[in-house]
């Protein structure tokens, strides 16, 4: 018989910490697979951020660097520019990187490093709480947004990827979604687009994944991915912004 | 130049002045030397520049002033406990807040007590001259190598900016550990992982132990200073960098004088000398510390000296116009004599 569903090699046999219903564990994956198809696990360094994925390194049977909370491009920056050789991915929440990170990032992008960012919006701060965070949605309550998210005081939900499409250095920036197995497939196809930006040298490739965290929603698992499928994907269209070798 | 010499390939900096010499300087060299040179968004930006390249293994520095060091310290304080080896230069201004540009050493808690969180120590060396300042720059890189720690050079513009004769040398030949740490993609091999997080029951506590058996060894091997004619003295002027400089020209009018006066001047900070001043103390009585701030260093003099040794203090916070001149603290001497 043959095995039509196996653990990518890249991800090591443990059972991850994430919630039940949190996207986190499928991104995972996606990676996983991404990295194995293109051979790249022994040459890859993972650059882990500070968010409920800090543990990159505990499922990823690759080599990884721990970044401080928002840093994580100016790490990986630093990698890829005394190791050209090595395939070079940062793994960030939205906190971590449209907030405290927001200048790593458009910095990193506008320069075009040649590293990818997997980028995984969960509209809030999963690992300290669910308070509010950039990208929370108009009228989302959060543990620091108790009456919902009012753009007069808050402002509005950052659309990352579009933002960073505008930029010269930028090769490749899509948004996807992993809430259907139709979202998902194409998710895997953009993480296995981007890889092959930076396998080919051709620059800053980022792409985001819009993401559930039931914990901090207050909702069931089910809940939570319906809500990824229509009020965030309303918000955050998904799409390719920017695919330069199609220019 | 020194950093070149000593291998290193990868910097990463901020304008800032007064230390913009050094980017400037390394933004010429790298690009012929097969280097790295990034001006980055920020200081912050830098410091985990040098972090992810010294992941690698790579002999990376940074350089910055009082502002841009203070934004470098959480990343300063992560890779003490990742056991990263850097070198950062901080060619230090007068403070706080935006303060100054004039020579200062307003940053010897900052630098020397562990600026940044969760208690750790880097290797501080404080050169007082340029020769000094090549050669301490190799001696930086190959300890924190060989004790996989970040170091900090603690300058100021007195020594940054001087123009001083410098025989330019090769880098004596160390042997280092293996870098068995250092990231490379696994090759098929172990996977390897730099970080500070430890969540395991009894983890942290371990690495702290383990990170102060380091700072001891450092105690115990490689303080150093220098000692001038404290052979016969009955008061031991000290002070570091540019301080010292002063110092030892007050010294040395002093002796003209016949007066029996003596310099101890600590190199290294962390690990400071304290070596030095007990066994001077035991015999000579006086210490008379001269510093560019209210008072920073002769903490850890105090903690020095034998018991019964006085340890006086003379300072001056420095602002413009505010550098001592040699013949006031030749009467700081002649008071305390
Ligand atoms: C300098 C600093 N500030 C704050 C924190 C606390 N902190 C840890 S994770 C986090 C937010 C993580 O949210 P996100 O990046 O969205 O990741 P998620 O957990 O949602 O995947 C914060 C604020 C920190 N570790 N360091
Ligand atoms: S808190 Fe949210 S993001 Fe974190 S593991 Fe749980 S569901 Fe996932
Ligand atoms: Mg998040």
Known sequence: MQQVFKKPAALKDVQTHFCPGCHHGTIHRLVAEALDEFGLQEKTIGVASVGCSVFLYHYFDIDVVEAPHGRAPAVATGVKRAKPESFVFTYQGDGDLAAIGTAEIIHAANRGEDITVIFVNNTTYGMTGGQMAPTTLLGQKTSTSPYGRRSEKEGFPIRVTEMLAGLDGVAFAARTSVDSPKNLMDAKRQIKKAFQYQVEGKGFSFVEVLSACPTNWGMNAVAANERVGSEMCEYFKLGVFKDTASL | ?337
Request: with cysteine; charged share 20%; proline share 6%.
């Open chain 2, 1 to 337: 130049m020194g950093a070149i010499e000593a291998g290193c390939r990868y910097y990463f900096g901020y304008p800032i002045t007064p230390q913009n010499d050094i980017p400037e300087f390394m933004s010429r060299e790298m690009p012929g030397l097969n280097g790295e040179f990034i001006q980055a968004e920020s200081e912050i930006a830098a410091i985990n520049m040098v972090m992810g390249a010294a992941a690698t293994g790579a002999r990376a520095m940074t350089s910055s002033s009082g502002p841009g060091i203070s934004l470098k310290l959480e990343a300063i304080s992560y890779m003490a406990g990742m056991e990263l080896p850097c070198l950062i230069v901080n060619i230090s201004r007068s403070g706080p807040g935006l303060g100054g540009i004039d020579a200062s050493q307003g940053d010897y808690f900052q630098a020397v007590k562990g600026g940044g969180h969760g208690g750790y120590h880097m290797v501080v060396i404080a050169p007082a001259s340029i020769q000094e300042m090549y050669d301490m720059t190799m001696h930086a890189f190959d300890l924190a190598e060989i004790y996989r720690t970040p170091v900090m050079i603690l300058g100021d513009s007195v020594v940054g900016q001087m123009k001083e004769p410098l025989i330019p040398h090769r880098r004596p030949k160390t042997e280092f550990p293996a870098k068995d740490w250092a990231l490379r993609g696994t090759g098929g091999g172990e996977q390897r992982v730099v970080k500070s997080l430890f969540l395991g029951d009894g983890e942290l506590e371990a690495h702290n132990w383990k990170l102060h058996a380091k700072y001891q060894q450092l105690q115990e091997k490689e303080a150093r200073w220098e000692e001038y004619e404290t052979s016969d003295a009955t008061l031991i002027v000290t002070g570091f960098g540019s301080a010292a400089r002063i110092a030892k020209s007050a010294v040395m009018m002093a002796r003209e004088e016949g007066l029996k006066v003596g310099l101890l001047r600590p190199i290294t900070l962390f690990p400071f000398p304290v070596q030095a001043f007990a066994s001077l103390t035991a015999r000579c009585k006086k210490v008379l510390d001269i510093e560019l701030n209210t008072g920073q260093m002769v903490e850890d003099v105090r903690l020095s000296v034998a018991r019964d040794a006085e340890v006086h203090f003379y300072g001056r916070p420095s602002g413009t116009g505010s550098l001592p001149t040699p013949e006031e603290l030749l009467e700081q001497i002649r008071r305390y004599l």
